[in-house]
């Protein structure tokens, strides 16, 4: 689980928004045809369908994903899903201080690992 960095007491702060750089963090990808079974076809914020080459932003969480500019515009003063409200929270790593790769972001590395060999790239 992710934790949110520099949240008083170490407790999740609910609805309180994610700063830019954690916001950054989060994993992405160029929508495209075979991205069209991982996800609804529109996005949930705006409603409007998706289509090739749009930026979509994953939860990584919950696995939802949304238009990155709504996302982010959501997440300025969101700390949830709007899909499911599963609390999103991020912290740095205690030992080197930086952001954890998104729990996505490393399931896709892992998952093209696999492939070649079982190393990462």
Not at 23 to 51: M, N
Not at 85 to 103: H, M, W
């Amino acid at each position: 689980m992710l934790l949110r960095a520099n949240s008083p007491g170490g407790q999740p702060s609910a609805n309180r928004g994610l700063k830019k750089k954690i916001l950054q963090s989060l994993p992405k990808f160029a929508y495209d045809a075979s991205s069209a079974g991982k996800f609804t076809p529109e996005c949930a914020i705006c409603l409007t369908e998706y289509a090739g080459g749009d930026e979509i932003r994953v939860m990584p969480q919950c696995g939802h994903g949304f238009h990155v500019e709504c996302i982010d515009m959501w997440l300025g003063s969101h700390s949830s899903c709007p899909s499911c409200r599963q609390t999103l929270v991020v912290a740095r790593c205690r030992k080197c201080g930086e952001f954890p790769v998104a729990a996505a972001e490393m399931k896709t590395r892992q998952d093209g690992a696999a492939g070649s060999g079982g190393f990462l790239p």
